[in-house]
């Protein structure tokens, strides 16, 4: 599925890509990240968990109003899991991203 919120779905896409430029220019300048709960820094998390890590989101649904996705994730670092992103969308850039596991939220 395509994300129904267009600059969540171009992150995605970029993302998917390997296009850091374009997933870096999509954030706000002050965006931040948690993952699982625990504040991350988003350059070196995104760096190490998407970009090198190979990973590819396959959003399989999303919730309230486009800002959550459940996505499949394969990765070569972690493999292949089910989680959650939350986005905050500020006109269009994204200022916040929470991520974690799917079950977390009770998502599977």
């Known amino acids: 599925m395509t994300p129904s919120n267009p600059v969540v779905a171009a ?6 890509s390997g296009d ?3 997933f870096f220019d999509l954030l706000t300048g002050d ?9 991350r820094d988003l350059s070196e998390w995104s760096e190490a968990n998407l970009f090198e890590a190979n990973a590819r989101l396959i959003p399989t649904r999303e919730a309230m109003g486009g800002s959550r996705l459940i996505v ?8 292949e ?5 939350d986005f905050t969308v500020d006109g ?14 009770g998502e599977s």
Request: proline share 0%; glycine share 8%; net charge negative.
């Open 11 to 16: 992150l995605v896409d970029a993302v998917n």
């Open 20 to 22: 850091r430029t374009a």
């Open 31 to 39: 965006a931040t990240l948690t993952d699982d709960g625990v504040e």
């Open 72 to 79: 499949e994730i394969n990765d070569d670092k972690w493999g």
């Open 81 to 85: 899991m089910t989680t959650y992103w």
């Open 92 to 105: 269009d850039k994204i200022g916040r991203i929470d991520t974690g596991q799917a079950a977390a939220i």
